[in-house]
């Protein structure tokens, strides 16, 4: 078995996410960590249902939608929870229209009076928008549809989440909530040699448990593994493009996330060239 430097996983790549997140034996963490997030507004979900993450559109040739996770609770409000490594040109606009996936398929045939269960998109950043950047304390974006003038929520069933993970910076000792220590467990734990002793619960017991490397099958581990080279690649060589802005230099970098089996549309978005110039690189 491969000897790992860190001790836990890493939960910003795809492997880690969702072995924290996206296992039915471990659904009591996404559970704990949802009613943290949304403690305010939904009060207790008492229990989650994991969805299929593909969704396709309307028509054969739509557009399909791919989430990372996708859920329901006991009152059949949907939840899409996303984990975004790098900056996407447009990534705003896609979480938009994932939102739309859950809304169309609330319809009912023949006599429906169009009310909608509320959909929550929660997208954990592992960067900072670029319009976000001035304002280094704020991390936490909530969004709804709201009136200009009077900023009323004109409808509370559509729900935008972001947090922008760069930019919590508190240390163990600076922990106030609950809500805090997830966060600081998201940003760190990769980086930890032990269960800080501020963070002995059962729940997060349970997710360093998890999360230990050494406990993994050797199957995992290559699982494992293979996700983690994904992570690096994909952040070195955009780290690269924007220090190479020239066009030969994101040439070069989709060459390189091109090897790494990274999408077309990623690399679009990540180096700003064409489709047809990715695909003659291809």
């Known amino acids: 078995m491969t000897d790992f430097v860190e001790k836990y996983i890493n939960p910003f790549t795809d492997y880690g996410f969702k072995k924290l997140f996206g296992e039915e034996l471990n659904k009591d963490l996404l559970l704990d960590f949802l009613n943290e997030l949304l403690k305010e507004e939904q009060g207790q979900i008492k229990d989650l249902t994991y969805l299929k993450t593909e969704n396709l559109g309307a028509a054969e040739n739509d557009r399909k939608a791919i989430f990372d996770l996708y859920c329901e609770n006991e009152k059949g409000e949907k939840f899409i929870v996303e984990l975004q490594k790098t900056k996407q040109n447009f990534f705003k606009d896609r979480t938009v229209y994932y939102s739309t996936f859950p809304i169309r398929e609330q319809a009912k045939r023949d006599d429906w009076n169009y009310e909608l269960k509320a959909v929550y998109t929660i997208a954990i950043l592992d960067f900072v928008f670029d319009s976000d950047t001035n304002d280094v304390i704020k991390f936490r974006y909530d969004v709804k549809l709201k009136d200009i003038d009077t900023n009323k929520v004109f409808n509370d069933k559509l729900t935008f989440i972001y947090l922008e993970m760069p ?116």
């Open 167 to 282: 930019k919590f910076n508190k240390s163990v000792d600076e922990l106030e909530t609950r809500f805090d220590k997830w966060l600081y467990v998201l940003r760190n734990l990769n980086k930890l040699e032990r269960i800080p002793d501020k963070l002995r619960e059962r729940i997060f017991d349970k997710l360093f448990e998890t999360a230990e490397i050494a406990k993994f099958t050797q199957e995992q581990v290559r699982s494992y593994e293979d996700s983690l080279k994904y992570y690096r690649d994909l952040k070195n060589s955009l780290d690269t493009a924007r220090d190479e802005g020239t066009i030969e230099g994101k040439i070069e970098v989709a060459k390189n996330l091109l090897s790494s089996g990274v999408s077309i549309d990623l690399i679009i978005n990540s180096t700003g060239l064409s489709e047809d110039q990715i695909k003659k690189l291809k």
